[in-house]
């Protein structure tokens, strides 16, 4: 029994020891926080460039939007950020009240021009849904028609990309966002071989 526990005690301590060291690896939330959004503002600076910005005056803005069936995935030290028009309006339902991180959250304008995207950890504010119905992006119906259409599994909020129409899709270093790369295509990230980027250690 005591060679048991001095056993025990060993693997727990080279246990603590690997989440010590992983967590000291890890940047702070806040820290991660701010590269995306900075990945974020240069990706609408340089879109506002294209001339796929030039009819539209809204936009969504995926982040690391990858489905789990795509064959390509993005290697753990990049960013991915998708930019496209917003064809299809944002679904606002009774369940979308002030604090709510189901629908969209967080927006910028930019020359004008809206782009909308969710973050988790913001809640949806009087001011985005005023900005929602200015420029004309977001509708209400009843609970159940949307429960029809949607993933009940994640509640997510019923917003369908148009893989019709082109789109640009960003990839940023986790360490330098000024490093990245832009295509632009109407295939979804991961149905295509993504871009070749070196990113510093």
């Known amino acids: 029994m005591p060679q048991y526990t001095t056993d025990m005690k ?20 806040h820290q991660r926080k ?23 005056n809204a936009f969504l803005v995926w982040i690391d939007g990858i489905s789990e069936y795509a064959p390509y995935k993005i290697d753990d030290d990049l960013i991915f950020i998708d930019i496209s028009p917003a064809f299809y309006k944002v679904y606002i ?39 929602f119905h200015q420029f004309n992006v977001a509708d209400s119906i009843r609970l159940e028609e949307i429960f029809t259409r949607q993933d009940e599994r994640t509640d997510s909020y019923y917003q369908v990309k148009n893989h019709s129409k082109r789109g640009a899709h960003y990839y940023f270093c986790k360490n330098n966002p000024s490093n990245y790369k832009r295509v632009i295509t109407n295939i979804a990230t991961g149905w295509y071989k993504p871009p070749t980027i070196r990113c510093r250690q």
């Open 93 to 131: 339902t009774p369940v979308d009240t002030l604090g709510s991180t189901r629908v969209p959250t967080r927006h910028t304008i930019k020359n004008g021009k809206l782009f909308y995207w969710h973050d988790p950890d913001y809640g949806l504010t009087e001011e985005m849904v005023d900005i």
């Open 34 to 56: 701010s590269i995306q959004d900075n990945a974020i503002e240069i990706a609408i600076e340089d879109y506002l460039k294209c001339r796929l910005s030039k009819p539209y």
């Open 10 to 29: 060993k693997i727990l301590f080279i246990f603590i020891l690997i989440v010590l060291f992983c967590s000291a690896l890890a940047p702070p939330i």
